[in-house]
């Protein structure tokens, strides 16, 4: 199963240790997390444990991930994280084929569920690459962006059973 603990470790892997590129709009940033975001924090000083925190309870909690299947959480998590909560919610919903409001209610639940955890994973990683490619840092990330987005398909082919 798919949780946050092992979602938090995955996600490590792509947001590594401390950065700060002039060319990143987030800043200083240290564990995925960034100045911009929370300026309240000493970035350079954040720990793992104090950025799991952060991640659980602006992340995981606020987007409700616990309630999706396994498979589609660690995704959507993924993508919340690196682009926001509410641009990964509206590329789900339309990955599952509803208006993309943000609001994700009985409407999106009902074609989360019509749809396999399969189906969902490759289509919503299709979403969030079509939306990626169009960024203004697609040509200073777009290759990390790619090989992450390609990494979550290999995990979404291992965490799906179809």
Sequence with gaps: MIDFDTSFERLLGSEG??????????????????????????IANLTQDDAKVVY?????????????????????????????IGTAIRKLQQAIGV???????????????ALSEADTVLKLNAARLRYMTKLKNWPN??????????????????????
């Design 56 to 84: 659980r309870r602006d992340f995981w909690d606020a987007a409700k991930l616990q309630d999706m299947p396994t498979a589609v959480a660690f995704q959507l998590f993924d993508f919340a994280v690196n682009s926001g």
């Design 17 to 42: 240790g401390y950065v700060n590129d002039p060319a990143d709009p987030g800043g200083e940033t240290k564990w995925g997390i960034s100045k911009r975001s929370y300026p309240q924090l000493d």
């Design 99 to 113: 208006a993309d409001d943000g609001h994700f209610g009985a409407l999106s639940w009902e074609a989360l569920r």
């Design 141 to 162: 990330h777009g290759k990390g962006w790619a090989i992450r987005i390609a990494d979550n398909l290999d995990y979404g082919a291992a965490d799906t059973d179809e």
